[in-house]
């Protein structure tokens, strides 16, 4: 068993490592480009979408703003408050300089991913709207590349039941017992009643229950943050600076700190970015391809707020709360959401609590929207009647989840999470000139049709 933990271990630090990284963020940067950096313009466009609760225009099963609390429920989990002090614990504040960077790329990344999941999205018989990177590699290539599908369909599933199930269950588990000691039977008991009651209701009922909690829980983590800025305001210029110093000059020993240099700073903050937003993973699409919309680029524009909200604005709270606290210096060495919450504690009467329980509803609205990746991903490959297999199943993981010890678990979802990205990248880059035409023709007529529209357009020509 030790020797499949060391091998696994291995394999996630090569598979989140150089290379990865260097696609990612080269991905990233090739459609910024291809795109003339058309997804910066849109930043208005796309929050005034979010403030007008961005209404249905066309068909599909959950609401445009759904689909961006979905995916938002599953990007805004433990990596930004876990993963953001782990990525300052060893590569010092630089590194949220580096998570910054990677999510002004990953925005145009998202983009083209949720672009072709709403435009090669197709309707199945029992009338649901499904698509995703399995679906716009295969009707986007042709035939030939479906075993692309089929790995990202596989590697999905199995990261759905670690990362986005078990994992999740099992760090509500430890906080609460840590932070109120409920005892982990107990929490396991509730899980597994609300998370049934939700994801046995399909998207629709996924769907509503983002709409109204992850709006809730992010306002109340920025709120508890911005409480910090106050007290410490200050600080906020000489933090702010210090970010932007290290990221290019590294970061000397300092109090607890053991130092970092300039690559530690660019590789560990650009890791814990795109494990946070998730850009190029392919995860967020199969939320966006169920929104009632009529036009892919406006779903798109809608959509890549994902990761400017998850990275930009929730991560960088509990960056600049550990730095600007000194605790990411502290004597006893402190990492991962044990680090995020003593500085919440430092700063705020029972900010270890506040923490805790923010973390509770981010972990829990992950499992929610994993379920739906990994559903989709059950569809494709074995149909619709696994569907109601798959809910069932994934419901009975989260309460064991919360009972068990999940480092093998953790290692292989980790790993598969990685995995995903390389078939979901190969789609878009191979389509990126489908996502040009379409934002091509967007700029100039301000829609654009979906796939299955454009091929009956064709035929009428052809057969007039």
Wanted: glycine share 12%; charged share 10%; net charge positive.
């Amino acid at each position: 068993m030790q020797a499949i933990q060391n091998f696994l271990s291995q394999l996630s630090g090569f598979v989140w490592g150089p290379v990865m990284l260097v696609i990612l963020i080269g991905t990233g940067l090739y459609l910024t480009f291809g795109l003339k950096f058309f997804t910066f313009g849109q930043m208005a466009v796309a929050f005034k979408g979010v403030f007008g609760g961005a209404k249905r225009t066309g068909h599909g099963e959950i609401s445009p703003f759904g689909a961006l609390m979905t995916a938002l429920a599953g990007t805004i989990g433990t990596g930004s408050i876990a993963g953001v002090a782990t990525a300052i614990f060893y590569g010092g504040p630089g590194a949220l300089f580096w998570m910054w960077v990677t999510a002004l790329v990953g925005m145009t990344t998202k983009f083209s991913e949720i672009l072709l999941a709403v435009y090669y999205r197709q309707k199945t018989k029992s009338g649901s709207y499904v698509g995703g990177s399995m679906y716009f590699i295969e009707r986007g290539l042709g035939p030939k590349f479906k075993f692309l599908s089929i790995m990202f369909c596989i590697f999905c599933i199995l990261a759905c039941f670690g990362t986005g199930n078990m994992v999740q269950s099992n760090t509500i588990a430890e906080s609460l017992n840590s932070s109120f000691k409920v005892p982990n039977f107990v929490t396991a008991g509730l899980l597994f009643l609300i998370a049934g009651a939700v994801i046995l209701g399909g998207i629709k009922r996924i769907g509503d229950f983002a709409s109204k909690v992850v709006p809730f829980m992010a306002i109340l983590y920025i709120s508890i943050s911005i409480i910090v800025f106050v007290m410490f305001y200050d600080r906020i210029g000489e933090i702010f600076s210090l970010i932007i110093s290290s990221a290019f000059t590294g970061t000397a020993v300092q109090g607890g700190f053991a130092g970092s240099t300039v690559m530690m700073a660019i590789r560990f903050g650009m890791a814990r970015g795109v494990f946070s937003n998730e850009a190029g993973l392919g995860t967020a699409p199969i939320a966006h391809a169920s929104a009632a919309t009529n036009c892919s680029v406006n779903q798109a524009v809608l959509g890549m707020l994902d990761t400017f909200i998850t990275t930009i604005i929730v991560c960088s709270m509990t960056g600049f709360t550990i730095l600007i606290t000194g605790m990411w210096a502290s004597p006893e060495q402190l990492n991962g959401a044990t680090l995020a919450a003593e500085a919440y504690k430092y700063a705020i009467p029972y900010g270890d609590k506040l923490v805790a329980i923010s973390l509770l509803f981010f972990a829990f609205t992950t499992i929610l929207s994993w379920s739906l990746y990994g559903e989709r991903c059950c569809l494709y490959l074995f149909g619709e009647k696994s569907v109601k297999f798959f809910r069932y199943t994934y419901v009975l993981m989260v309460p064991l989840g919360a009972l068990l010890k999940v480092d093998l678990i953790w290692l292989i979802s980790d790993c598969s999470n990685a995995l995903m990205a390389i078939p979901n990248l190969i789609g878009v880059l191979l389509l990126s000139p489908v996502i040009f035409r379409l934002v091509k023709q967007y700029r100039q007529t301000g829609q654009t049709p979906s796939y299955d529209d454009e091929k009956k357009l064709i035929e009428q020509k052809i057969n007039g």
